[in-house]
């Protein structure tokens, strides 16, 4: 009887003291641990300061273990064996009973109790403000995870304006290829038109010697004739209207003496009538 009165002073005690959202507060899951530690080691930053937390969670495992095994001492004293107790409730009592073992309390008292109270307060706190500083590592870390990310699209948009560039250079260069092509066709055509020409000139007895610049220069003189051809062949044509003989132009130029001595009259009588 003394036992289950015991148990259930305990549990309403640890009820009372911590809550189960402290409790799991207080508790630092193993996985949470793994995931915060790969964190703070993928920055290169803050690895001196992972390095320290990891050793101080190690640390703190250890005291809950030897606090643990006292705590499992202390009841076990008290006729209250460990297993009778649910996870929280043990916890808890593992809590007070450290403090409790530090003290060197068998039995411990209200104030006692009060001063426990207090130590696992304490430890509350320091614990918000591990997780708060854990937090602020996430964050900083996503911060740099997601300004990685904007360079890498950022580089992908290059590469993909690079990779743009070089395809249009590519079609550039076939395309000047295929001229190159076309260019060595025609002067290979050129070379065949100019051995014709040589031969039809030395079959009628002619053997100059044939050379591009001979061709250009020889295309400028027949462009001059053919200029000073046209200007005559325009002066030829001004001269269609005139008369075919010298008394025909001198009739012509009478009738036209007359035309304006005519006029003439005619604007000095128009001149007098104003």
Same mark, same amino acid.
């Given at each position: 009887?003394?036992?289950?009165?015991?148990?259930?002073?305990?549990e309403?005690l +640890?009820?009372?003291?911590?809550?189960? *959202? *402290?409790?799991?507060?207080?508790?630092? !899951?193993?996985?949470?641990?793994r995931?915060? *530690?790969?964190?703070?080691?993928?920055?290169?930053? %803050?690895?001196?300061?992972? %390095?320290?937390?990891?050793?101080?969670?190690?640390?703190?495992?250890?005291?809950?273990? =030897?606090?643990?095994?006292?705590?499992?001492?202390?009841l076990?004293?008290?006729?209250?064996?460990?297993?009778?107790?649910?996870?929280? #409730?043990?916890?808890?009592?593992?809590?007070?009973?450290?403090? +409790?073992? #530090?003290?060197?309390? %068998?039995?411990?008292?209200?104030?006692?109790?009060?001063?426990?109270?207090?130590?696992?307060?304490?430890?509350?706190?320091?614990?918000?403000?591990?997780?708060?500083?854990?937090?602020?590592?996430?964050?900083?870390?996503?911060?740099?995870?997601?300004?990685?990310?904007?360079?890498? !699209?950022?580089? @992908?948009?290059?590469?993909?304006?690079? *990779?743009?560039?070089?395809?249009?250079?590519? @079609?550039?260069?076939? =395309?000047?290829?295929?001229?190159?092509?076309e260019?060595?066709?025609?002067?290979?055509?050129?070379?065949?038109?100019?051995?014709? +020409?040589?031969?039809?000139?030395?079959?009628?007895?002619?053997?100059? !010697?044939?050379?591009?610049?001979?061709?250009?220069?020889?295309?400028? %003189?027949?462009?001059?004739?053919?200029? @000073?051809?046209?200007?005559?062949?325009?002066?030829?044509?001004?001269?269609?209207?005139l008369? #075919?003989?010298?008394?025909?132009?001198?009739m012509?130029?009478?009738?036209?003496?007359?035309?304006?001595?005519?006029?003439?009259?005619?604007?000095?009588?128009g001149?007098?009538?104003?």
């Amino acid at each position: 009887m003394d036992q289950h009165r015991n148990a259930g002073f305990v549990e309403r005690l +640890c009820g009372e003291l911590l809550p189960e *959202q *402290q409790l799991a507060q207080l508790a630092l !899951e193993p996985a949470a641990l793994r995931e915060v *530690q790969q964190r703070a080691a993928a920055q290169g930053e %803050a690895s001196a300061q992972a %390095a320290v937390l990891s050793s101080e969670a190690a640390r703190q495992a250890q005291q809950y273990e =030897a606090e643990a095994r006292r705590v499992a001492e202390v009841l076990e004293v008290a006729g209250l064996p460990l297993d009778s107790l649910s996870s929280r #409730a043990q916890l808890a009592a593992a809590r007070v009973a450290a403090i +409790c073992g #530090a003290l060197g309390l %068998a039995r411990p008292s209200l104030p006692d109790m009060l001063a426990a109270w207090a130590a696992l307060k304490l430890d509350e706190s320091r614990a918000v403000v591990l997780q708060a500083t854990l937090r602020q590592q996430m964050s900083e870390t996503e911060a740099d995870a997601a300004r990685a990310r904007a360079r890498l !699209e950022q580089l @992908r948009s290059a590469l993909a304006r690079v *990779q743009q560039q070089q395809a249009g250079a590519e @079609r550039r260069s076939r =395309a000047e290829e295929q001229q190159v092509g076309e260019l060595e066709a025609k002067q290979a055509e050129y070379v065949r038109t100019l051995d014709k +020409c040589a031969r039809k000139l030395a079959a009628n007895g002619v053997t100059p !010697e044939i050379h591009h610049s001979n061709l250009v220069e020889r295309s400028a %003189a027949l462009q001059g004739v053919q200029g @000073r051809a046209e200007e005559l062949q325009s002066q030829l044509e001004a001269y269609h209207n005139l008369p #075919a003989s010298a008394l025909g132009a001198g009739m012509m130029l009478q009738q036209a003496r007359e035309r304006l001595r005519a006029a003439q009259e005619r604007l000095e009588s128009g001149l007098a009538e104003l």
